[in-house]
């Protein structure tokens, strides 16, 4: 699956999804495993690291990235599972565009691969997930 893998996407560790003003949002499974991971009180994880707005929590900007980025991620067992999943996204398969958009911003993704053959060799990623 490796090599499956690598025919699409080779992440470059440039860290540009890492930096912006805003992460992604965390889903309970996360905030329990970053915990974990982290070996620290919840309240304590939640006062260090992450910020939340509307009931929704991400984790913290610093000096305009991810509080966990530090020449990548530092806590890669434990970060939230969108973090996990991207670059490759199910929305890809529902239009060609969202590859491009996601190909813009990761230069990670091969782009000498066909949508049709991307999306087929996603699929199989996907699955085996
Ligand atoms: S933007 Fe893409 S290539 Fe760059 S670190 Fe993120 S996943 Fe890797
Ligand atoms: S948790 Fe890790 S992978 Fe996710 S945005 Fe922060 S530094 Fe990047």
């Known amino acids: 699956m490796k090599n499956e893998l690598a025919k699409i996407f080779a992440c470059r560790q440039c860290g ?3 930096h912006g003003k ?3 949002s965390l889903i309970p499974d996360d905030l329990d495993r970053m915990v974990a991971y982290l070996r620290l009180p919840e309240a304590e994880v939640k006062q260090r690291y992450l910020r939340e707005t509307d009931g929704v929590i991400q984790m913290k900007i610093v000096d305009g990235h991810c509080i966990f980025y530090n020449q990548g991620c530092s806590i890669h067992p434990g970060k939230p599972w969108r973090c996990t999943e991207w670059p490759l ?3 890809i398969f529902a ?3 969202n590859l491009g958009v996601i ?3 990761c230069p990670g993704i091969k782009r000498d691969v066909s949508y049709e053959e991307f999306c087929r060799i ?3 990623l996907i699955a085996a997930r």
């Open 16 to 18: 540009h999804c890492c």
């Open 22 to 24: 805003t992460t992604v």
């Open 89 to 91: 996204h199910p929305s």
């Open 95 to 97: 239009d060609p565009a």
């Open 103 to 105: 190909s813009d911003s």
């Open 122 to 124: 996603l699929r199989k």
